[in-house]
């Protein structure tokens, strides 16, 4: 019954909204109503409420892109004034809305249609994402005339049966057990938003699970150094461990836990602290107070990670050992990256040599500040939403495959 009264609300929400979706689209195709060469494009983000989408626009737009964020809901975490718009109606009655929150979706979406000529999203889907023309987004933008670039962020692109290294999956279905459940369905949306997008951005955690990708950045991330001042680790005193723990399957919190409680038990003066369930200005702090930041133990680093670098700490994170990271150091620039390699099954070693060389941490601390300078900065990364853009809208000879080839 549920099921059912939830395909009526959608198609009652399609009808209302269809009739703007339409005038959109034929608004958009009027002469003038879109740019084109030489003019750049104007861009919309979306629609994953996650502040490096906001940083990512804000990249854009110092490469002189005109940019503008859209989210779909908000988390706790962070402030709505990280976007520009925000696109759903609460309403206590879930039937109300879930009809409320598809009709603003399609009003926004039709009004987007000749606001913006290039769509950034995340492959679960944009502006239409839980209505009942999801599917239809990406195609119809393509079928306008738009041009669309997808970025993975995590569940949207994770095909569990896909990945290869079972380590990777066990750990995801800790955080995410629904996902083997959804395989099929993740897999559709991957499927069709590399079969229709421009430019596909390949990340070191996901591109497992693409069939495609266009280049090869660890991360599509960026942060603001210059907004950044570094707090250096302290050479003496207690040793302070910082570990953001969102996704503890995945972060491989307990074995990170229990490696510190070892270390404690060794005689060791470290402390750990564990942060979850905070704003991300308090964990910003918290990390900024650390020596030490220990990253996701399972695949790669995150953005968390990526303020450390920027905050000037050691960071310990997995990059070597599985074929996605040959990937990235072959093709790409991981062979840079001063990040410290550990597992859950090597931290407390890791650690533990880390603790007794602990006059090289000053080091260690300016070389990953440096590289987050060089690879993860925002002008690192305008850089490279203008090499996309001078590809797939101006049409230029960019080698975007090899643009981090090291031998290039």
Not at 209 to 222: K, S
């Amino acid at each position: 019954m549920r099921a059912l009264i939830r395909l009526v609300v959608d198609l009652c929400a399609a009808a209302a909204g269809l009739p703007a979706i339409v005038a959109g689209a034929v608004a958009s195709l009027r002469p003038g109503s879109r740019r084109r060469p030489p003019q750049k494009p104007r861009m919309l983000w979306g629609s994953q409420p996650i502040k490096a989408l906001a940083w990512m626009a804000e990249t854009a737009r110092r490469a002189g892109y005109e940019s503008e964020v859209v989210a779909r809901e908000l988390y706790a975490i962070y402030p709505p004034e990280h976007f520009d718009h925000i696109v759903f109606a609460r309403s206590g009655n879930p039937v109300v809305h879930r009809f409320t929150d598809s009709v603003a979706a399609y009003r926004f979406f039709a009004q987007a249609l000749s606001r913006y000529d290039a769509f950034a999203y995340y492959f679960d889907g944009g502006v239409l994402r839980r209505t009942l023309l999801h599917g239809m987004e990406v195609p119809l933008l393509k079928m306008l005339g738009k041009k669309v670039v997808l970025i993975p962020y995590g569940s949207d692109a994770w095909v569990t049966d896909h990945i290869p290294n079972l380590l990777w999956r066990a750990a995801l279905l800790v955080d995410y057990p629904e996902l083997g459940a959804r395989a099929a369905e993740v897999e559709r949306h991957v499927r069709q938003g590399c079969r229709h997008a421009d430019c596909v951005l390949g990340c070191m955690a996901h591109i497992s699970c693409l069939p495609r990708w266009d280049i090869l950045p660890l991360t599509c991330y960026p942060v603001d150094t210059h907004a950044v001042e570094p707090v250096w680790p302290a050479t003496e005193g207690t040793v302070r461990i910082v570990h953001a723990a969102n996704h503890r399957g995945f972060k491989g919190t307990d074995f990170l836990v229990a490696a510190v409680e070892r270390l404690r038990a060794e005689g060791h003066d470290v402390e750990l602290d564990v942060v979850e369930g905070t704003t991300n200005e308090d964990a910003l702090a918290r990390i900024a107070r650390a020596d030490i930041y220990v990253d996701q133990l399972v695949a790669g680093y995150a953005f968390a990670a990526m303020e450390a670098m920027a905050l000037g700490k050691v960071v310990i994170s997995p990059v070597d050992g599985t074929e996605a990271t040959q990937v990235f150091r072959r093709y790409s620039y991981l062979d840079e990256c001063p990040v410290i390699d550990a597992s859950p099954e090597t931290i407390h070693d890791v650690l533990e040599r880390l603790l007794a060389d602990r006059v090289s941490w000053p080091e260690l601390a300016r070389a990953t500040r440096r590289f987050c300078e060089r690879r993860h900065s925002f002008d690192a990364n305008a850089e490279m939403w203008d090499a996309i853009f001078r590809r797939i809208w101006f049409g230029e000879d960019v080698d975007l495959i090899n643009l981090y080839h090291p031998l290039r």
